[in-house]
């Protein structure tokens, strides 16, 4: 796990732009290898039994959602699934801040993917002044503590920071507004957070310096051309893996007894007429 | 609601293969238009406080899934979401058939699409016997009575069959044993239902006979093409529907302060070098 | 079960407190050999995996709460649990009315107690204002269908309304009031309630002739003596299952092998002094 | 807080049989009044909405259900509940440990009594076998750290440890056994653990070296006289917490506006003929 010193000689940020994007083609094929390793890790997990989490954090338009689709899409919904809460109830608000996050910690060969996280509470909650700055403290010197309880358990834990970019940011909004396919994805408080790019980076910083720790450390991804994004994520987090190459379970696909039947109704019942 | 009628009217069984697949830049198009639609509607639901519970049943590699997606993926996951019950646990094996699925029933505003439902009595467990033939009359007959309750209490309740041929459900099976990607799909239940294919079909007709009610009907769509058959059901679905348009809440989006910033960090911590 | 036939040439109301009361010690006695019978017919239940569901309703103060503990306090939590709903969340009053009380239906070989039921729609929610009498209406036309389902899935189902005269009522508002281990039991809602008798008792009678069926008829039982009303009570229920006298588990109860041994500890850690 | 010292010069194990047994009736009077102060310590917790979590511990028989029962008996639901585990399902054993317990921490104002709590990987499932002396090990490490995170988040943490001597502890098995109301009390496993009450108290003393610490100390109560051990334990827990007296709400309790009325029926139901 040389995240760290990778991360300290890495790219800088913003070089992404320079790099032509990967085109759609381009990212299809690759992708499609990345997801045969996925499978091939999932069938790791569930032969050894370990737990696998991993928070997606990033700006609003990141693409959190896009890379965690990538990896869902290609695993079965019993190995992999994707956890985004919606906002605490009123009586959850008074629990302990990590409670409803730990009951959707994964079992034995479980890939859980948090979209977002308990990192809400130096993030967004810090920034639009839904928590105090007491609590947002509280909960940085919690963290490293917490995270340690869970990677001691053998949880295996990874954190990727989704980075991008005001400009590319901008332009995604832009599209979010204009496209009625994408306009649910925004809400007034996206639009408010707008305006706040620097408090969002400057309350990002903070807790980058807070929870980078040796055992649970974050890893930076430059997201401003998304697909690259994606590739370089999920490469990484198998890199961080062994990769274990399990047979898959053989099975028998045997001749049909007889010629291949057509769905036919006994009853009056028919299918309604297709579209043209 | 003149499904039945359009149903006997409608188009014979395994004629989808007649007409020449829908393209796949065709059907992006389509499907968009449709998904303006689904918005609109969701909208419609949450404005009136209505409703909406949608199941998808049919055959394996009929489609399911993918019909699930196409909605679900142009809605925002607090409208819309899909509900896929894994296997009873012991102790629920023994509680009323409906009880967990009662669980998941919409609340105000909200979509659920049951991929696969309490069907699956008079289907997978009454063929491949994991009920006894006791267990599906008894369901057959409490069926209409328990829809008739969710009708009353004005859910809006469409329940969806989704044809196809078995020359059709063989060459997917083939697929998805030599697909990596998609192997995960297949169970070893699944190979074992091929050999079934009539079987599941004379449960299917007894199945509609007993549950085809005027106030919770059954609506058959060809999934021979299974872009055709997406666009088909949902086309059917919001024509049930009142296509009010309500208007969009409007979003300010006022010019940026000053020039959009890049993503910089503080610490020492930088992305990672993304793939090339 | 000749419980409406019993009922009709049964006691007039009230004529509990002509009876001297039942005193502690006798109750006592014969609760304790009521409750040596629940066992028997909680191993019944286990043995043939029939489930029992008993509602408790009637007034404030009736006694719901005492009847219940008389019940449970006699039986492993495993086997018999009291199911009291607090008030619905928001989002749950959209719901199916039935939906939040399903959940909590026994499983085989269980007993669950309601401390009051899906009956509230029909009783507070009716004479408090806090639903529509198009919703108690509709209520009420659903719950004859509904308890049928339960009912012809095998469901064990008894329904019992504890009946208290006003005075008595009074009398333990009063202690309530005056008691402050009993305060807590008060609400402002119960003391609106008081100037409600009779309303109450008009909701309640709409609520017998809607929903007193043959597959699902109603008990009333005599709460002005609250003991005597548990020991009916009790009676009653045991009266209508088999007394099928299943043997016990023989556990073994060996001699020890040595001396008993003193509660001893190896570190500086010691009992605290205990109250004189 | 100044259990640890108060233990050390507390009085000895096994002293309790020295005192006379409180008597019932005496037990009675006093338990009441701190039952009076358990409500205003529940009125306070309400006030400042801090939450309290007591974890209840002890050898099989030494009285953990009834104190828990004469602590929540005298308090609303919603104010104080008592959680009791069952066994972990299959798929919750291979989760984070901690896991399925962190689901019931009390929210603001609410008093949780855990019967029996994460302890038991170092008691039962240690001297039983059901986990391995690793997972033991890694437990006792874990815990002061986990206890940390929960009372730096403020949440009033106590621990108790009931103590019985084995002669009571043989006394009590041989009354469960014989009692057939107190029979569902006793398992196979109970009968297996009465040989290895030195084992027991070995795996106890670990337990308390590892887990006695500042921020969450044990206290140790001595339960041979159960009366007597039921109100030491009582009075320790108030003493540790303010005694800040809130007035209790007022409510208005008018004079009815007529007669007290008699439950009278309109329909043809009546209550059934009481026993004698």
Redesign the interface.
């Known amino acids: 796990m040389a995240?760290?010193k990778?991360?300290?000689n890495?790219?800088?940020?913003?070089n992404?732009s320079d790099?032509s994007r990967v085109s759609r083609s381009d990212y299809q094929a690759?992708v499609?290898q990345l997801?045969?390793e996925l499978?091939q890790l999932?069938r790791w997990l569930q032969h050894t039994?370990k737990?696998l989490l991993v928070l997606i954090e990033g700006?609003d338009t990141a693409g959190k959602g896009g890379v965690i689709s990538a990896i869902t899409d290609?695993?079965?919904?019993?190995?992999c699934r994707a956890v985004?809460l919606?906002k605490p109830?009123e009586?959850?608000t008074?629990?302990?801040?990590?409670?409803r996050y730990?009951?959707h910690?994964?079992?034995?060969?479980e890939i859980v993917l948090f979209d977002r996280s308990w990192y809400n509470r130096a993030g967004v909650e810090a920034v639009m002044g839904y928590c105090t700055p007491e609590q947002t403290a509280?909960f940085l010197?919690?963290v490293p503590?917490?995270e340690?309880?869970?990677v001691?358990?053998g949880?295996l834990l990874f954190k990727y920071w989704l980075?991008?970019?005001?400009?590319l940011?901008?332009e995604r909004?832009?599209e979010r507004?204009s496209d009625?396919?994408k306009?649910?994805?925004?809400s007034?408080v996206d639009?408010q957070a707008?305006?706040r790019?620097?408090a969002y980076?400057?309350a990002?910083?903070r807790m980058?310096?807070a929870t980078?720790t040796p055992h649970a450390p974050?890893?930076?991804?430059?997201f401003n051309?998304q697909r690259?994004?994606r590739?370089?994520l999920i490469?990484?987090l198998l890199d961080q893996l062994p990769d274990t190459a399990l047979p898959?379970p053989q099975?028998?696909?045997p001749m049909?007894?007889g010629k291949?039947?057509?769905?036919?109704?006994?009853?009056?019942?028919?299918?309604?007429?297709?579209?043209a």
Chains 1, 2, 3, 4 share one sequence.
Not at 94 to 99: A, H, L, V
């Open positions: 995240n760290g990778n991360g300290k890495g790219k800088k940020p913003g992404g790099k690759r499609e997801q045969v499978n999932a039994g737990r700006r290609a695993l079965a919904p019993r190995w985004a919606s109830s009586r959850e008074t629990q302990w801040y990590f409670q730990v009951t910690l994964p079992a034995a060969g509280s010197r919690q503590v917490f340690q309880l869970l001691d358990d949880l980075c991008v970019d005001q400009a940011q901008e909004f832009a507004l009625p396919l306009r649910w994805k925004l007034p639009l707008r305006a790019y620097q980076g400057e990002r910083d980058l310096q980078h974050w890893t930076l991804v430059d051309d690259r994004g590739l370089t490469r990484h898959e099975m028998e696909f049909l007894p291949p039947r057509r769905e036919r109704f006994a009853g009056p019942l028919r299918p309604i007429r297709s579209v």
